[in-house]
């Protein structure tokens, strides 16, 4: 069974920082873009940042473009997003998501049904 677990969610004030992490299994981790995305209250889910398998190339929203940072660790199935700087409005559950890749630039913004596997998310609350 395919399993997308995150973890390193939590309170943290304005401006403070925290490491999420998206650990993989039982799938071929390395050949699927992961996406991290976004979901407060009331508001639309948001994909925040996205790094593909085929280039390692790296996608940002605007709203946190130059506060939070993508990697992936192929070597341990695992994708971090660093992010810093947070703000009040960083205040979301956020999910991990996995999309096979096929060199298709982006997969920042798809539809809910077109990622392979999702996690169960993890909340993240920032204080003001």
């Known amino acids: 069974e395919v399993h997308l677990v995150e973890s390193g969610g939590g309170l943290v004030q304005t401006g403070g920082s925290l490491r999420l992490s998206c650990a993989a299994s039982?799938?071929?981790?390395?050949?699927?873009?992961i996406t991290w995305i976004r979901q407060a209250p009331g508001k639309e889910r948001e994909g925040v940042s996205c790094?593909?398998?085929?280039?390692?190339?790296?996608y940002y929203s605007d709203s946190v473009k130059g506060r939070f940072t993508i990697s992936r660790d192929n070597a341990k199935k695992t994708v971090y997003l660093q992010m810093n700087s947070l703000k009040p409005e960083d205040t979301a559950t956020y999910y991990c998501?996995?999309?096979?890749?096929?060199?298709?630039?982006?997969?920042?913004?798809?539809?809910?049904?077109?990622?392979?596997?999702w996690g169960q998310g993890t909340q993240v609350t920032v204080s003001s």
């Open positions: 998501a996995a999309v096979a890749d096929y060199g298709l630039g982006s997969y920042l913004n798809l539809r809910f049904f077109e990622y392979d596997y």
């Open positions: 039982a799938f071929t981790f390395d050949d699927y873009a």
């Open positions: 790094i593909n398998s085929s280039d390692g190339r790296e």
